[in-house]
């Protein structure tokens, strides 16, 4: 059964800080790997899309990575902000379509000044 | 640009009843996914529809039927509404299948009293 892992459940941060979210995936065959930022009773965003291929890749202050081997992946948060304050999904995308997506129950990360 | 519309963005229903949710997608995209989304939980696929036809669905029953026109617009159908349907809906739209960006809408939030 294809899972998606997340951790921690719930984060809080200063504002200025960084933090780093994990995911562990269980999915097969492996297509790529998505991060979305939720923020309350909106829908996701996309923030990073990963083929196994990548290690890692931006979008601004934001810096998702892969293990493609160990099943891994993490966003890094760089110079939180107030407005970071959401929950973050982690999407693990199988099979020849993307719309086998495997969604992680998020990371509801809470930035406080 | 209009990204993902939906509507209604809220609705309230009784038990036993039907509800129509309704979805156009991104412009330019041509597959529409639906997705359910319990509180504090992750999305979860219901179906996705490409050229007007059901590619693809989740294991939901088949109280949950959709459709596709031919400009790529969408409705989710749920019949015999329960109290476990409260739920957030969201529509996705992309451009064909894997590795390509995924749009979600804000959410049509349905409640079943």
């Known amino acids: 059964k294809n899972q998606v892992e997340q951790s921690p459940q719930s984060l809080i941060i200063l504002e200025g800080k960084n933090c780093t979210l994990q995911?562990?995936?269980?999915?097969?065959?492996?297509?790529?790997l998505r991060w979305y930022k939720q923020d309350t009773g909106r829908g996701p965003v996309s923030l990073t899309i990963?083929?196994?291929?990548?290690n890692t890749k931006s979008n601004g202050r934001y810096t998702a990575t892969l293990d493609a081997d160990t099943k891994q992946s993490s966003l890094h948060i760089t110079a939180s902000q107030l407005s970071d304050s959401a929950s973050y999904i982690c999407v693990a995308s199988s099979g020849a379509g993307s719309y086998q997506l495997t969604f992680g129950k998020g990371t509801k990360l809470s930035v406080i000044p | 640009d209009a990204g993902v519309t939906q509507s209604p963005t809220h609705l309230i229903k009784t038990r036993g009843q039907q509800v129509t949710l309704r979805c156009s997608p991104k412009s330019g995209h041509d597959t529409v996914s639906w997705y359910q989304q319990a509180l504090g939980q992750g999305p979860q696929f219901i179906f996705q529809y490409y050229e007007e036809e059901e590619r693809q669905r989740g294991n939901f029953p088949d109280r949950f039927s959709g459709h596709q026109f031919p400009n790529y617009s969408s409705e989710l159908n749920v019949n015999a509404l329960l109290l476990g349907d409260s739920a957030l809906y969201l529509c996705?739209?992309?451009?064909?299948?894997?590795?390509?960006?995924?749009?979600f809408g804000e959410g049509s939030w349905l409640t079943v009293v």
């Open positions: 995911c562990n995936y269980t999915v097969s065959p492996f297509s790529n």
């Open positions: 996705a739209s992309s451009l064909g299948g894997r590795g390509n960006t995924i749009y």
């Open positions: 990963m083929t196994f291929s990548e």
